[in-house]
């Protein structure tokens, strides 16, 4: 999980693949680097997050985090045939989070 927002990393802000607790072993099961990227735990996997977003933010970054619903964001993979990674996650929650603040939501 770490590696999701390490991508976005720099100046300003930037959005995070974030995940809710009653999905997060769905995700784990259909991320290809589930296994290897994911801790067991989802509360392991959230303090690693949470301690991601405040070292992001003593350098100047606000990581803002965007939730990935596993049903959805597996329905996108497979319609466009790209791989459930780190790289695509990281990709939709910065398209999902730059489309939502634009909305002003």
């Keep these: 999980a770490l590696n999701d927002r390490a991508f976005f ?18 995700i784990r099961e259909i991320m ?4 290897d990227t994911f801790p067991l735990s989802f509360d392991e996997w959230e303090r690693n997050a949470e301690s ?18 596993p049903d959805e964001f597996f329905s996108f993979c497979n ?5 459930l990674n780190k790289k695509t996650r990281a990709e939709f929650a910065n398209s999902r989070g730059a489309a939502s603040h634009s909305m002003g939501m």
């Design 9 to 26: 990393r720099g100046a300003g802000m930037h959005f995070a693949p974030w995940y809710r607790r009653e999905e997060y072993a769905l």
């Design 32 to 35: 290809e680097d589930g296994k």
């Design 52 to 69: 991601e977003r405040a070292s992001a933010k003593l350098e100047g970054t606000i990581l803002i985090p965007v939730v990935i619903a």
């Design 79 to 83: 319609k466009w045939k790209i791989p």
